[in-house]
């Protein structure tokens, strides 16, 4: 994290108190307005591009360059958005007067004009009969009864708010024309504002959101928005120690703020300042109380359950007549992933957050015995104890996410007479040790999926060390015998069904839990990782072709272009059906089978 901007997203940004957000930079936008050009070549000729038309007010004769924005960050008031209208040449004729009679035109040549209008951000309901709704919902496995499509637009009803701020004519003096002629071309832009509506070029992207909470049914894992609010994000320049608010700043920022889970959001619509989220590009970040808390960690709670080992009751007998003269005989038993009194979302095995990117669980301390006589008054006390921890923790800045677990296994062996402990106790402590790595996976389809890392080589994601005293027992093959067989069979235990536990959930994870962006099919998403605070970011891109001069994604070392699609020319951000993951099912947690396994080695005691 070398750069200030880097810094700057890791350990500063805060999505809060936003569920999640998307930042389109007021660069990637114009980008996208610029792509939606180049791809209107197609037709011949363009309406947007090539503008001829008569009016009541004029003629109107213009080639035009591609569209842009500016984005206001000093003011909160509206207006924060300027669509920019840029004439690459062409002439405009205005009738001087409004009388009938007076057939009087003023010519301009409006090569390099431009005009700045202020516009608004709208959202509206796509309707179920719109092909766009069939992509987006229904071809996705979704019940159009539970959710229905957003879409984020530029409002053209208050085009003639213009403002001369942004305004270039040449050498022409603006200011000091008529009332009619500035009419004129208003109308003239409405008229096209009107063609590029009707070509859904307004259109800035698209969101499943969900409906009411009585109609929809938590079936899915997934966090599609049930508000949206919209907001200018500024660009402060991480490197500087007084950074300046900068009106039409490239990298300024569109937001859509979102809740989830019905969420209410909050009163006052904004999101204040914590960090540089863009340099440039688009993001989408989910809050870490989604990601982690609702989502992932419920998910892990399941694996707690299945590693924690617990002890049975262990072997232990006594035989009067042995054939090798042993008498006594004991072993451990134990088994995995099973206590009858906890279920699996139980909050017994829920994870405690200890600090900012580390959650730990630690089970109960289990222990089991068995007490056996020689008919006498000389007994046999065989014990055994079992703790299982865990811990959970994220690379800051990257990508990785690692599950270590711990567990510690005591057996004990003491004898006893009249109920008096006789001599020292023999004692096996047998400490396991495994971790589980994992890593986000780059999006695709709008889902997040994890993927497990290989070992370093000649690693082995599971150890084992042991301490042991023999105390005054005497163990028939050996106490350094005694101290291998048991560790090495605790441990293959512990490796193996672990090993099944993790693959079960990383199976469940790609199959069944893909974590659903509600903006898949109108970006491209790539290089997931987390900040500080464990919130989820992932870098946007619109899912469009380039531009014929733009540079190729494919074509940078490390980058991956996730959905394919092409950008119709009726739109900058045409919505993509192939971008829609498939439906999500219910997640069943891994089935960890009851597994019981005893080891039985003899033992004696001198007379």
């Known amino acids: 994290m070398s750069d200030a901007f880097t810094r700057s997203l890791v350990q500063r940004t805060n999505p809060s108190p936003y569920d999640q957000v998307i930042f389109l930079s007021q660069e990637m936008i114009n980008k996208a307005f610029h792509n939606m050009w180049a791809l209107t070549l197609k037709r011949n000729p363009s309406p947007l591009r090539e503008f001829k038309k008569s009016y009541r007010t004029g003629d109107i004769d213009i080639k035009l360059d591609a569209p842009t924005i500016k984005l206001m960050v000093t003011t909160r008031q509206d207006p924060q958005l300027y669509f920019m209208l840029n004439m690459k040449s062409g002439t405009i004729a205005t009738y001087v007067s409004s009388n009938p009679d007076d057939d009087t035109k003023k010519k301009f040549d409006v090569t390099g004009w431009k ?101 929809t049914t938590v079936d899915v894992a997934t966090f599609p928005p049930t508000s949206i609010d919209y907001f200018v994000y500024p660009w402060k320049d991480p490197s500087s120690s007084s950074p300046q608010l900068i009106d039409d700043s490239p990298k300024n920022a569109l937001c859509y703020l979102m809740m989830s889970n019905f969420t209410a959001p909050p009163t006052r619509i904004g999101l204040e300042y914590s960090g540089t989220f863009v340099n440039g590009g688009g993001l989408y970040t989910m809050n870490s109380g989604i990601f982690w808390d609702k989502w992932l960690l419920p998910l892990l709670q399941g694996l707690n359950k299945g590693a924690e080992i617990i002890p049975d009751e262990p072997f232990n007998e006594y035989y009067p007549n042995p054939s090798d003269g042993w008498h006594w005989s004991s072993g451990m038993r134990y088994h995995v992933g099973v206590d009858g009194s906890h279920g699996t979302k139980d909050p017994y095995y829920a994870f405690t957050k200890r600090s900012s990117g580390t959650w730990t669980w630690s089970g109960n301390r289990k222990s089991s015995s068995k007490t056996v006589s020689d008919g006498g008054h000389k007994t046999h006390i065989v014990s055994q104890t079992s703790i299982t921890s865990t811990e959970l923790s994220f690379d800051q800045g990257g990508h990785g996410v690692t599950l270590k677990g711990k567990t510690v296994f005591e057996f004990n062996v003491q004898f006893a ?144 272009l996730l959905v394919a699609s092409k950008l119709s020319v009726n739109g900058p951000v045409q919505f993509n059906a192939h971008g829609i993951p498939p439906r999500i099912k219910p997640m069943a947690l891994p089935k960890i089978a009851i597994k019981t396994r005893a080891i039985s080695i003899p033992v004696s005691v001198a007379a």
């Not at 070029?201 to 109609?215: D, F, L, M, R, W």
């Not at 890593?439 to 042991?468: H, I, M, N, Y």
Request: proline share 5%; glycine share 6%; aromatic share 10%.
């Open 417 to 560: 007479w009249k109920g008096t402990p006789s001599g020292k106790p023999s004692h096996l402590e047998i400490t396991s040790e495994w971790r589980f790595k994992m890593a986000l996976s780059s999006v695709s389809d709008g889902g997040v999926q994890f993927a497990r890392l290989p070992e370093t080589a000649g690693e082995k994601p599971c150890t084992v060390t042991v301490k042991a005293e023999q105390g005054d027992v005497i163990w028939k093959d050996g106490f350094e015998d005694v101290k291998s067989s048991f560790s090495s069979s605790l441990n293959s235990y512990i490796d193996n069904d672990t090993h099944e536990i993790q693959n079960a959930l990383l199976s469940s994870l790609d199959s069944q839990d893909k974590l659903f962006l509600p903006a898949s099919g109108t970006f491209l998403m790539k290089n997931p990782k987390f900040n500080s605070r464990g919130d989820l970011l992932v870098e946007l891109s619109y899912n469009g072709a380039e531009p014929p001069d733009a540079p190729k994604l494919a074509g940078k070392p490390g980058a991956k």
């Open 115 to 215: 005009f700045g209008f202020a516009v608004k951000l709208a959202s509206k309901t796509v309707e179920k009969n719109d092909p766009r709704f069939s992509a987006a919902v229904t071809q996705a496995g979704f019940s159009p009864d539970t959710y229905s499509l957003a879409q984020l637009y530029l409002d053209v009803s208050s085009l003639n708010q213009n403002n001369d701020q942004y305004n270039s004519h040449g050498s022409y003096d603006w200011k000091s024309e008529t009332a009619e002629t500035k009419a004129a071309f208003l109308s003239f832009c409405q008229s096209w504002w009107n063609t590029m509506k009707e070509s859904n070029c307004n259109i800035i992207g698209y969101s499943i959101q969900a409906k009411e909470p009585v109609t």
